[in-house]
C-alpha cells in the first residue's frame, strides 16, 4: 500500500471508511477496482481478516467488513461493557446506564423462545418499587368509555379467559447504529428485540367490558415508572396507538413472561404488549389506559419522537416536524443466531448449517434469503411458520463453501408484502428510527 498508514486497516475501516475504501481500493472515488484487485490492498484486507476472500471481487467499495464492525457508530475504546443484573446473562451489552438499557447480542437469540435472562432491557424512568400482593394492583380504564373502571390484577384473572401466545417485543429504535451519520440515543444493532411467551387476558375483551365509545381514536398509556429526575408530576413515558391497532385481538395485559410471573425489570406486576409497534408502547408497571377523542400528546409522543419521516431528508439536517409521521408496524428483520459473528471453522470445511430468525412486524415474513458471495448470488432458507400471529419465524439453511478462506453471510428477509431488506440503512431520521438493514456474519475457514 502505498503512503503512510496512520491507523491500523481495522481501526481505519472502523473509523474512516472512506479513508479506508481508499488505502485499500487504491482510489477515493470511481467504479474501478484494480488496484484492490492488483493486489496490494487485498493483501492487507485479507491479513486483518485472517485469510484468503473468494469472493473478494464481489466487495462493494466502501464496505466495512464484518468481521470488523456491524454498527456504524464509532465502537468504545475499552469495548462492550456487559451487564451484572440479577436474573440476566452475563453477555447482555449496556448501551444505557441511566436508565438501564441493555441488548442481547444476535448468537444469544438462538432459542425458539427467548429466556427471561436474554431478553433485552429499555427503560424510560427508574424502576418502580413493587413490594405487596400483586394481586391487588389497580389498572384505571377511564376516557371515552361507557363505563369507566378501576380493576386489580386479581380481578382480571378471574373475570377475563387467560391466553397465551409467544410474540416478539421490539424496541422502536432496534438497528439504530447502523445510521450514518449517527442518530441520537441508544445505538442498538439488532439485539433490542426478543421473541417471549406471554400470559394475560385480551386488552380488547376489557375495553369491551368497559364500552368502548365512538368517539375514541386513540389511547394514552401510563405506568407507574418514576421520573428519571424524581419529579412526581413529570412521567417518564406515556405513549399510545390508534384506537384500530388498540382493538387487536392479540394485544394483551400481561402478568406472566414464559410461564414465570413477570418480572420487575419487565413490568411486575402488569404490563401491556402490544406486538408488532415499537416496544414504547407496551407500557410496563401499566397502572392506567386513557382512551382519548385525540391524539395522544404524552411523553413520547409528537416532534421527532418515535416518528419517521414522511418525505426523505438529508442525512444529519434539521428536521421539519410537518414531514414526519408516528412509527407504526417495525420494519421487517432478519438475524443469523449461529453461527457467531467472527466463527472460525477448520481448513477444508466445506459446508456449514445456520440458523436464524425474522420478524415483519403486523405482517409476517415470506421468504429468507443467504447470501456468501457479497450479494451476487442468493439461496432461500428454510423457513418455519408462525405459532399465532406477532411471533418471529425461525429459519435454517446449510451454505457450501468452495474454498478456505474468509466469508460474509448475509440474510435478507422479505415480508408478505414484498417489502425486502436493504443492503444498508436508509431513511435516515434524527432519532434512529426503522433501521433495519440486512444481517452480516463473517466466517473464517482456515
Given at each position: 500500500m502505498a503512503g503512510k498508514i496512520e491507523r491500523s486497516i481495522d481501526e481505519l475501516y472502523r473509523d474512516d471508511p472512506e479513508r479506508a475504501d481508499a488505502v485499500v481500493f487504491g482510489r477515493r472515488t470511481g467504479p474501478s477496482r484494480r488496484g484492490f484487485l492488483e493486489g496490494a490492498g487485498l493483501a492487507a484486507l485479507g491479513a486483518v481478516v485472517g485469510g484468503a476472500i473468494p469472493y473478494a471481487a464481489n466487495m462493494p467499495a466502501g464496505l466495512i467488513p464484518a468481521a470488523m464492525a456491524q454498527g456504524s457508530a464509532?465502537?468504545?475504546?475499552?469495548?462492550?461493557?456487559?451487564?451484572?443484573?440479577?436474573?440476566?446473562?452475563?453477555?447482555?451489552v449496556v448501551i444505557g446506564e441511566r436508565p438501564l438499557v441493555a441488548e442481547t447480542p444476535e448468537h444469544l437469540l438462538d432459542d425458539d423462545t427467548t429466556p427471561i435472562e436474554k431478553f433485552f432491557?429499555?427503560?424510560?424512568?427508574?424502576?418502580?418499587?413493587?413490594?405487596?400482593?400483586?394481586?391487588?394492583?389497580k389498572l384505571a380504564i377511564d376516557g371515552e368509555v361507557e363505563r369507566p373502571m378501576e380493576i386489580t390484577l386479581g380481578e382480571l384473572k378471574s373475570r377475563f379467559r387467560a391466553v397465551s401466545q409467544r410474540m416478539v417485543l421490539e424496541c422502536g429504535g432496534n438497528g439504530r447504529s447502523f445510521f450514518s451519520p449517527q442518530a441520537r440515543g441508544n445505538q442498538w444493532t439488532n439485539g433490542g428485540a426478543g421473541c417471549a411467551v406471554w400470559t394475560g387476558v385480551r386488552l380488547a375483551d376489557v375495553l369491551k367490558a368497559a364500552g368502548v365509545k365512538s368517539s375514541a381514536v386513540?389511547?394514552?398509556?401510563?405506568?407507574?415508572?418514576?421520573?428519571?429526575?424524581?419529579?412526581?408530576?413529570?412521567?417518564?413515558?406515556?405513549r399510545g396507538v390508534p384506537i384500530a391497532k388498540l382493538m387487536d385481538e392479540n394485544n394483551l395485559l400481561v402478568w406472566e413472561m414464559n410461564g414465570q410471573p413477570l418480572p420487575l425489570i419487565h413490568g411486575f406486576p402488569l404490563r401491556l404488549v402490544i406486538p408488532g409497534w415499537p416496544g414504547s408502547a407496551s407500557q410496563k408497571w401499566l397502572n392506567r389506559i386513557w382512551l382519548r377523542d385525540k391524539p395522544h400528546d404524552g411523553q413520547g409522543m409528537g416532534g421527532t419522537s418515535y416518528r419517521v419521516t414522511i418525505n426523505p431528508m438529508v442525512p444529519g439536517d434539521k428536521a421539519d416536524p410537518k414531514n414526519f409521521r408516528d412509527l407504526e408496524s417495525m420494519p421487517v428483520r432478519s438475524i443469523i443466531t449461529s453461527p457467531e459473528n467472527g466463527h472460525r471453522l477448520p481448513a477444508g470445511t466445506r459446508e456449514i448449517g445456520l440458523r436464524g430468525a425474522s420478524w415483519a412486524g403486523d405482517?409476517?415474513?415470506?421468504?429468507?434469503?443467504?447470501?456468501?458471495?457479497?450479494?451476487?448470488t442468493w439461496?432461500?432458507?428454510?423457513?418455519?411458520?408462525?405459532?399465532?400471529?406477532?411471533?418471529?419465524?425461525?429459519?435454517?439453511?446449510?451454505?457450501r463453501l468452495p474454498a478456505d478462506g474468509y466469508y460474509e453471510i448475509w440474510a435478507r428477509a422479505t415480508d408478505s408484502r414484498g417489502v425486502a431488506q436493504p443492503h444498508v440503512a436508509g431513511n435516515w431520521n434524527p432519532q434512529g428510527?426503522?433501521?433495519?438493514?440486512m444481517h452480516r456474519v463473517a466466517v473464517l475457514v482456515a
Open positions: 464509532p465502537p468504545k475504546p475499552s469495548g462492550p461493557v456487559y451487564l451484572n443484573f440479577p436474573g440476566k446473562h452475563d453477555r447482555l432491557i429499555r427503560n424510560n424512568g427508574q424502576i418502580p418499587d413493587q413490594a405487596g400482593e400483586p394481586d391487588k394492583w386513540f389511547s394514552g398509556h401510563y405506568g407507574a415508572d418514576p421520573h428519571l429526575s424524581g419529579d412526581a408530576a413529570r412521567q417518564a413515558l406515556s405482517h409476517w415474513v415470506r421468504q429468507v434469503d443467504l447470501s456468501i458471495d457479497y450479494g451476487a439461496m432461500p432458507a428454510a423457513l418455519q411458520p408462525q405459532r399465532n400471529p406477532y411471533d418471529w419465524q425461525r429459519w435454517t439453511a446449510r451454505l428510527y426503522g433501521a433495519n438493514p
